[in-house]
């Protein structure tokens, strides 16, 4: 049976979005947004603490999701580098070519919050951040929870709107149908593409530590050191072995600009640089 039968199993969207990411050490952190978010909202009143514990006990079914850890660094060289990550006992994994785009709402009603939805490809996934304002990065947390394919975001997006999250309008025969299309969950919720480019990828690893070169179709260019994690305990390790990474490969740290997202966003989408720093997301 589907996740969501009806519009009374709808809990504001923070806390019921904290349920379905988070193992018992990841709630904690994830709850926390989902306060804030609720005191903004005007708290749970609306809403009974029995339709709180459906609603948990419905999401606990969704499987944790991981945690990716990264930090963004200058490129230079890929030819020496390549050779000194051999050197270093790593290895070269190949290249790849994908496109991306990122969609929100015209008022950014996402981003806002620091949250992305991305198609690469085809693949759909949903990124929330994890963690305190610390590990913001231009837009793309270094530290976040990954939510992948259609179904999941789907009812990632569905939890969001229940509280005004996303712009508000009826979505009656997506949940009467029980039907989690995100196709048309997206139409609905008018969520549509504000970012789209190609990357390519040169891949390489060293040690747990994944090492991606891009090049994005408008000539920007990063490399980022990425490490997967199951629990937000393990997230300080796997940002000092990223340290320690960059250390050994001599790479200089990006800074507070330079991701793909963040320069594409401050060429191409004023609308949307506005939003973010209105919001504190970026820096103006």
């Known amino acids: 049976s589907r996740l969501l039968r009806s519009r009374r199993m709808l809990l504001p969207a923070w806390p019921a979005?904290?349920?379905?990411?988070?193992?018992?050490?990841?709630?904690?952190?994830?709850?926390?947004?989902?306060?804030?978010?609720?005191?903004?909202a005007g708290g749970t009143s609306l809403f009974t603490m029995r339709h709180l514990q459906k609603s948990r006990a419905l999401c606990m079914k969704v499987e944790p999701r991981a945690?990716?850890?990264?930090?963004?660094?200058?490129?230079?060289?890929i030819k020496d580098l390549q050779a000194l990550v051999q050197e270093e006992g790593g290895k070269l994994l190949g290249e790849k070519h994908f496109s991306d785009a990122y969609f929100d709402s015209d008022d950014c009603v996402l981003a806002r919050?620091?949250?992305?939805?991305?198609?690469?490809?085809?693949?759909?996934?949903?990124?929330v951040p994890v963690g305190d304002a610390e590990h913001r990065s231009g837009g793309?947390?270094?530290?976040?929870r990954e939510i992948e394919g259609a179904e999941a975001v789907a009812r990632a997006l569905l939890?969001?709107?229940?509280?005004?999250?996303l712009?508000?309008?009826?979505?009656?025969?997506?949940?009467?149908?029980?039907?989690?299309?995100?196709?048309?969950?997206?139409?609905?919720?008018?969520?549509?593409p504000f970012a789209e480019f190609q990357t390519m990828r040169s891949r390489l690893r060293l040690g747990r530590c994944g090492i991606d070169v891009d090049t994005a179709s408008f000539g920007h260019a990063v490399l980022e050191l990425e490490i997967m994690c199951q629990d937000p305990e393990e997230v300080p390790e796997a940002e000092a072995e990223i340290e320690r990474v960059a250390?050994?490969?001599?790479?200089?740290?990006?800074?507070?600009?330079?991701?793909?997202?963040?320069?594409?966003?401050r060429k191409y989408c004023p609308n949307v640089l506005a939003h973010l720093v209105d919001a504190r997301i970026l820096k103006p």
């Open 159 to 165: 939890t969001l709107h229940a509280n005004g999250y």
């Open 167 to 192: 712009p508000h309008r009826e979505i009656g025969p997506a949940l009467e149908n029980h039907d989690l299309n995100l196709e048309q969950l997206l139409a609905e919720m008018r969520l549509k």
């Open 247 to 265: 250390q050994r490969l001599g790479l200089q740290p990006l800074g507070a600009y330079g991701g793909k997202l963040e320069t594409y966003i």
């Open 17 to 40: 979005l904290a349920a379905c990411l988070a193992t018992t050490h990841a709630a904690t952190t994830i709850l926390s947004t989902a306060r804030t978010a609720m005191s903004l």
């Open 113 to 127: 919050q620091d949250v992305w939805l991305r198609r690469r490809d085809s693949a759909w996934e949903l990124k």
């Open 140 to 144: 793309e947390r270094s530290v976040f």
């Open 67 to 77: 945690i990716e850890v990264e930090r963004k660094f200058v490129v230079s060289g």
